[in-house]
């Protein structure tokens, strides 16, 4: 990520440099597994479709029918909802009526699950904006709240779907939205009252929310963290309050290589998921409305990286690790993106950030899973009681999640290693040092010398900077070339696991360097084991691998039923010696 996005100020965990050692009492409070552990993905993908009636920024329905089956549409999802789209099919009733049914079938098939659906509102209709383009800002305000309205009415009021209604989708990305600061503002009250009307009409709870920008201090004009009460969504936060508007869920982006992404700092000595909650309560909002990162994905800046592809096990290792830095956080929600990889050739846009892969040569559907749609069928195996904190790693780089049912014990695993690391650091801490201090880490930046400093090319000694810098920046240097190491360094963990007792099937599912751009979801190891208290194992862990190890409780045997038991009664008759005579 760009050194202006920056995460986390505090020092870092320190990796241990001997074997890990990981105890869990399976007596242990449990708390229920959080939603943000859950899977949760953007359904889009392909970019385009064959079929002019199926909505274009959304994966084939071979996809859907495959996650549904595979890990089933239980948790929160997103849909691009492209309001441009629909307009163009209006001189043929019947195919938007099919455009149209088929979003309302993704949304259906969702709820039907037990989920809730984002919809993205996004591009405006031909006609209806500023400017010759589907990324305007509408022209006529009154005509627009009276489209979305009709829209929400549908989906929300007649047909009775589980709805939360996001206005855009990265509104401070010029490749997003051409407007400025306000006329996103008076978007968002447009779909904002069209919401509060329906609401005062039906008497229906219909959840609106946004601004959904590429990152949470991000705004029209550009920010940085160094003053995040620049930011759009401190903005829409006041806005809401000064119009007296529903604002039920704030969502943003974070794409980057760094798991504690989340765990940004700012100058105010809070986090950014506190800071956020004290906007929202300064200006009379719940504390605890849903924070919800709506996309996200590993993200070194380029479109297609083999992380995503053909070393795919790299982007699915950082799954886990992100995930668990959400939740320890405070993130409510999470939406990776997306569903599958993209080949627009319309607008030349290919991508590799889905979770499955598919051949767009072929005419027939063709396409498979990828490492990371592996991990999340394995977070769809986590049962419902997890184990916090008590499942907790002090590692930099090993994560563990562990949860149970009645019968049966899941622990995920995971090895994710930063190959950023050094320059994520320096991110955390920049914006609660001096400012003499983040003008010197910019400048050592721009000109190169920081890359130079992280391979080890430029000694920190030769530098004229003040001595507290030079610390810092060694510090850096240690935790990159601890990366470096550990990227390099399968490491063994001892698991005990206490108070496990019975027969149980034991089996181990594996995500690593084997595995990639095409990965399949079976046990690599199975095996009965049998405890009266203490499970000892010892499970090695490679660099960039997920790990699932499952034990299933297995059902006692019948007992055998007893022999009968011989009749020595006298026959009737017969004296009770001659009975029993041979």
Not at 253 to 282: C, F, I, Q
Not at 364 to 384: I, Q
Request: charged share 25%; glycine share 6%.
């Amino acid at each position: 990520m760009l050194l202006s996005a920056a995460v986390f100020f505090g020092p870092s965990a320190v990796a241990q440099d001997g074997d890990l050692e990981f105890k869990l009492d399976v007596r242990a409070d449990t708390i229920l597994l959080p939603p943000v552990l859950r899977p949760g993905i953007d359904v889009s993908g392909r970019g385009y479709h064959r079929i002019p009636t199926w909505p274009q920024t959304v994966a084939a329905p071979e996809a859907l029918a495959a996650w549904q089956k595979d890990i089933g549409f239980g948790n929160i999802y997103r849909l691009q909802y492209s309001l441009w789209e629909i307009g163009e099919l209006a001189k043929d009733k019947d195919a938007q009526t099919k455009l149209l049914a088929n979003y309302e079938q993704i949304i259906r098939q969702i709820n039907e699950a037990g989920g809730v659906v984002i919809l993205d509102i996004f591009g405006i209709p031909a006609g209806m904006g500023k400017v010759l383009n589907k990324k305007s800002a509408p022209g006529d305000i009154k005509a627009f709240k009276q489209l979305i309205k009709g829209h929400i009415w549908y989906l929300s009021c007649e047909k009775k779907l589980n709805v939360w209604y996001e206005v855009w989708s990265a509104p401070d990305v010029d490749d997003f939205f051409l407007g400025r600061k306000q006329e996103y503002l008076n978007l968002y009250r447009a779909v904002a009252e069209a919401v509060q009307e329906l609401r005062q009409e039906t008497k229906l709870f219909i959840p609106v929310g946004g601004p959904s920008t590429s990152w949470w201090f991000q705004n029209l004009d550009g920010n940085s963290v160094i003053t995040p009460e620049r930011s759009l969504i401190y903005d829409l936060i006041r806005f809401c309050y000064n119009y007296r508007l529903p604002l039920d869920f704030i969502s943003w982006h974070g794409y980057t290589t760094d798991p504690l992404a989340d765990r940004e700092m700012t100058v105010y000595n809070k986090s950014a998921v506190s800071l956020v909650r004290d906007w929202l309560s300064y200006f009379r909002f719940n504390r605890e409305t849903p924070l919800v990162v709506d996309e996200w994905n590993y993200d070194r800046g380029a479109n297609v990286l083999p992380e995503r592809s053909d070393k795919a096990y790299i982007a699915a290792s950082y799954i886990l690790a992100r995930l668990r830095n959400m939740y320890e956080v405070g993130i409510d929600r999470q939406l990776y993106f997306c569903l599958e990889d993209f080949r627009t050739l319309r607008e030349n846009v290919v991508r590799d950030v889905g979770a499955l892969w598919f051949d767009s040569e072929r005419g027939e559907y063709s396409g498979g899973p990828k490492a990371m749609y592996v991990v999340f069928r394995m977070l769809a195996g986590l049962t419902t009681q997890a184990f916090f904190p008590s499942a907790k790693m002090n590692d930099d780089f090993v994560s563990i999640i562990a949860a149970k049912s009645e019968d049966r014990l899941t622990l995920l695993v995971g090895n994710y290693i930063d190959p950023d690391m050094g320059r994520n650091y320096l991110s955390r801490n920049i914006s609660a040092l001096p400012e003499s201090f983040r003008k010197s880490i910019l400048l050592l930046a721009k000109d190169g010398r920081l890359d130079r400093i992280l391979k080890g090319e430029m000694e920190i000694a030769t530098l004229r900077l003040h001595p507290r810098l030079k610390t810092i920046l060694k510090k850096a240097l240690e935790l990159q070339r601890r990366a470096e190491l550990y990227a390099k360094t399968e490491r063994p963990l001892k698991v005990s696991i206490k108070n496990l007792q019975g027969q149980y099937l034991y089996q181990r599912y594996c995500v690593d360097a084997s595995c990639g751009s095409s990965c399949n979801f079976v046990p690599v190891e199975e095996k009965e084991i049998e405890t009266t208290d203490l499970y000892e194992g010892t499970l090695s862990v490679k660099p960039y691998s997920v790990q699932m190890i499952v034990f299933s409780k297995k059902p006692k045997e019948a007992s055998a039923p007893e022999a009968p038991v011989p009749n020595t009664e006298p026959a009737a008759g017969k004296p009770a010696d001659a009975a029993g005579a041979k």
